[in-house]
Structure formats: structure tokens, C-alpha cells
């Protein structure tokens, strides 16, 4: 299997790149054999990449990560220090906290990582942003992810959506909008960058010339089972939840496709 794949590479339809780089789940043997025997390797971006299927056939340019985020994160900078905890690259705790390895990963592991997975998904991202932008000008990333709980505690009700662009700086008001009130129209509470506001990702490429991003959040509820989500690996979904997710999701990126195309939404 390749590391990561690419659909509608070279079809310029919209001036428009999605990425899922938290939808893998593959490792390593090289990796199976490191990792502690009791490691749970939770919080992956479960079935997004079966939810958000039809993207493809929209006519969006795609690129899905097919490994997991614990072998190396494309969601985090690799100017800082490339190992700790999840804010890291190479994490060396999974996201509850729990220690991953029992002997430390060597810094030729670690480097290995970032050669092998992470340089050249950062490569072909930047190599489909910058056709799109020769093609049209002005180019859109749509950054998707899932999460199970907020990560800061408040006493707002969780939001079944959470759009981050960095309070504004990395996206236009039209095309938050969009999506905020699409979303919303579907029935979705929607919460404006709490707590996410955008990754490295969204960040990176969003202060880019002629580059605007958004990164959307779906709660693990509103698409795999309405329930607690504990430190687990989770292997199915609920059809119930599921599918009817799976048709909002198509009626939001449908819309976004048909406002595009009677440029009736400006991405500048």
C-alpha cells in the first residue's frame, strides 16, 4: 500500500485541495515490533476516509494519509523538536498520555519516519496547491478531521463541528460561512476554532500566498455511534449514525461544489 493516496490529481475542476492526514491507520512492522505490547493507539480520524468517499467522484482533488498519525503526525511542524507528546511529530505518548515505547526511538528512527512519510506527503501537498494556484489564481484547503471530546475543558455543550481558521487568519469569511451556516442548516451545532483552531496544516498553508484553508472537526458521535469514546482502537461503526452522516456530508460538499461553480463564493 502506498503511504498516502491521491485522487484527481491533475483535475482542475475547482480551485479547491481536500486532505485528511489523520485517516490512516497502517504501520510499520519496523514500528509493531517498538511499540510497547500494551500501547492503544487511539484517537485516529476513524472511517473519515469511507464517510467523505464521494469526494472523489465531486471532482475534488483529494490526498488521504493511509498511515497512522502515531508513526509520524503530517499535522505537526517539523521545525521544533520531532519527538515527545502528541504535539510532536514522532509521538512517544499517545494521546491520553500513555507512554507508546518502552525503549526510546533513536533519533535514525525518528529520521527515517520524517524521510519516508512525512517529507513526501508535505511534497505532493504542496505540489497540488501550487497547480491549483496556477491554474486559477487563488487555491482553497479544506483540512478534514474527526475528534471524540474537546481537548480544553469549558462548560459549553460539546459542538458537533468545529471549524478552525486561526480566528480568521487563514481563511476568507465567505467560505467560513459556507460552511458554518451549511452546517448548521443540517442541524449541526457549530463552534467558531474552540478548541481547535486550525493544525499545522491549516496554519502552514493558510498564510500562504494565494492559499486559504479551513479545517473541519466532526465529532465521533455524530458519525460512528452516539456514545463515549474511550482510550481504544475502534474497529466499526454504527450504520444507524453512520450512513445518515454520510448523506449531510454529501448535501454540504455538493452545495459547496455547485456555489463554486456559479461563483457565487468568492475564496479570496
Known amino acids: 500500500m502506498a503511504s498516502f493516496d491521491v485522487f484527481n490529481e491533475h483535475t482542475n475542476q475547482f480551485p479547491v485541495v481536500i486532505d485528511l492526514p489523520h485517516s490512516g491507520t497502517v504501520i510499520t512492522p519496523t514500528m509493531k515490533k517498538t511499540l510497547d505490547s500494551e500501547a492503544i493507539l ?43 507528546n502528541y ?20 533519533p535514525d528512527q525518528i529520521k ?14 504542496t505540489n497540488l496547491l501550487t497547480e491549483k494556484r496556477q491554474v486559477f ?12 471530546e474537546y481537548t480544553k475543558q469549558t462548560s459549553a455543550a460539546t459542538a458537533d463541528i468545529v471549524l478552525g481558521n486561526d480566528f480568521g487568519r487563514t481563511s476568507p469569511f465567505g467560505i467560513y460561512n459556507y460552511f458554518s451556516n451549511v452546517y448548521e442548516e443540517q442541524g449541526y451545532q457549530v463552534s467558531n476554532n474552540f478548541p481547535f483552531r486550525g493544525g499545522y496544516i491549516t496554519r502552514h498553508y493558510g498564510t500562504m500566498d494565494h492559499i486559504s484553508a479551513l479545517q473541519i472537526e466532526l465529532r465521533y458521535c455524530d458519525y460512528i455511534e452516539d456514545r463515549f469514546f474511550d482510550e481504544e482502537v475502534v474497529t466499526d461503526w454504527n ?18 461544489a455547485q456555489a463554486l461553480k456559479t461563483e457565487s463564493l468568492l475564496i479570496e
Open 42 to 84: 487511539a484517537n485516529t480520524d476513524w472511517f473519515l476516509r469511507e464517510l467523505y468517499g464521494f469526494l472523489p467522484k465531486l471532482g475534488f482533488t483529494v490526498i488521504q494519509n493511509n498511515m497512522n498519525r502515531y508513526l509520524v503526525d503530517p499535522n505537526r511542524d517539523s521545525d521544533g523538536s520531532l519527538t515527545g
Open 87 to 106: 504535539y510532536h511529530l514522532v509521538y512517544t505518548t499517545n494521546t491520553f498520555g500513555h507512554q507508546l515505547y518502552s525503549v526510546p526511538l533513536t
Open 112 to 125: 527515517k519516519r520524517v524521510d519516508q512519510f512525512y517529507r513526501p506527503y508535505h511534497q505532493r501537498l
Open 137 to 148: 489564481g487563488h487555491v482553497f484547503l479544506i483540512d478534514l478531521h474527526s475528534f471524540a
Open 239 to 256: 450504520s444507524h449514525q453512520f450512513l445518515p452522516a454520510q448523506q449531510i456530508a454529501r448535501r454540504v460538499f455538493t452545495g459547496f
